[in-house]
């Protein structure tokens, strides 16, 4: 079991996070990188058209756009980044997640 809940093969070593998951046709990946109770980790990867229907969350998102292009709206505003841009989607409120190309982002969970 790995350390401190993060992934046993990702520890102390030195990685370029959006080489962590890859790209899939009509696809959504991800990898989770650190998984504890205060929070999570996770990289993924958007094929073009792709995204996550609106949802709510209990806790405050950190999004971090890697590579590409995304169209991440909250609370029914759209917001476009784009690559070493980030946002952060308040807890309790509707946010949703399109691709408007291929992207990959960091997403960082805060509980």
Do not use: C, W
Request: charged content about 25%; overall charge negative.
């Amino acid at each position: 079991m790995a350390e401190q809940g993060v992934k046993a093969e990702l520890l102390a070593r030195a990685m370029v996070l959006k080489d962590l998951a890859a790209y899939q046709d009509h696809s959504v990946v991800s990898r989770e990188i650190v998984k504890k109770t205060t929070g999570t980790v996770t990289v993924f990867a958007f094929d073009k058209g792709e995204g996550l229907s609106e949802h709510t969350a209990p806790f405050d998102a950190l999004v971090h756009i890697l590579e590409g292009r995304a169209e991440v709206s909250i609370e029914g505003i759209p917001h476009t980044l784009e690559e070493g841009e980030m946002i952060v989607m308040p807890a309790n409120k509707p946010h949703a997640i399109k691709a408007l190309e291929r992207f990959k982002m960091l997403l960082v969970l805060v509980r």
